[in-house]
């Protein structure tokens, strides 16, 4: 029976089979993240927020709603930064707060992979503040 299988596939070129394979994982990529969303770049915004905006993405309604989640974790960020310089109560809410931070960013960019417009907790209302 395996051997039909070497056969049959035998008289079609390896190009072929290459190019059916690709579009089986382009597919199912396609399928399971976002569903034709630009994801890749939803997720860049919470890493840096600026950079889809130096794309042609910028004009995607779900990259700029990723980028004003993004910027909005940011200005946090800073805000905490702030916070940290304060002697004892900040010294010991730092670590906490950075932590937070990087919470934060890692449910921004899941939600971003699977194709989500979900608000961060806590901070997320604050990006409609953002005219971008």
């Known amino acids: 029976m395996e051997e039909q299988k070497d ?3 035998a008289g079609e070129p390896m190009e072929e089979k290459i190019k059916k394979e690709a579009g089986k994982v382009v597919e ?4 399971s993240a976002g569903k034709g969303k630009n994801t890749g770049m939803a997720m860049v ?7 889809p905006l130096l794309t042609e993405d910028k004009n ?11 910027l909005t974790l940011f200005v946090a960020w800073i805000a905490a930064g702030f916070v940290s310089m304060v002697p004892f109560i900040g010294w010991t809410l730092a670590p906490l707060l950075s932590l937070a931070m990087l919470v934060l960013m890692a449910i ?7 194709g989500e417009q979900k608000p961060l907790p ?3 209302q604050f990006a409609d503040r953002f005219n971008i």
């Open 7 to 9: 056969q049959k596939s």
């Open 28 to 31: 199912s990529a396609k399928k």
């Open 45 to 51: 915004a919470y890493i840096v927020f600026f950079i």
């Open 60 to 70: 995607d309604p779900f990259v700029k709603f990723h980028v004003k989640q993004g």
């Open 108 to 114: 921004g960019i899941y939600g971003a992979y699977k």
């Open 122 to 124: 806590l901070i997320g």
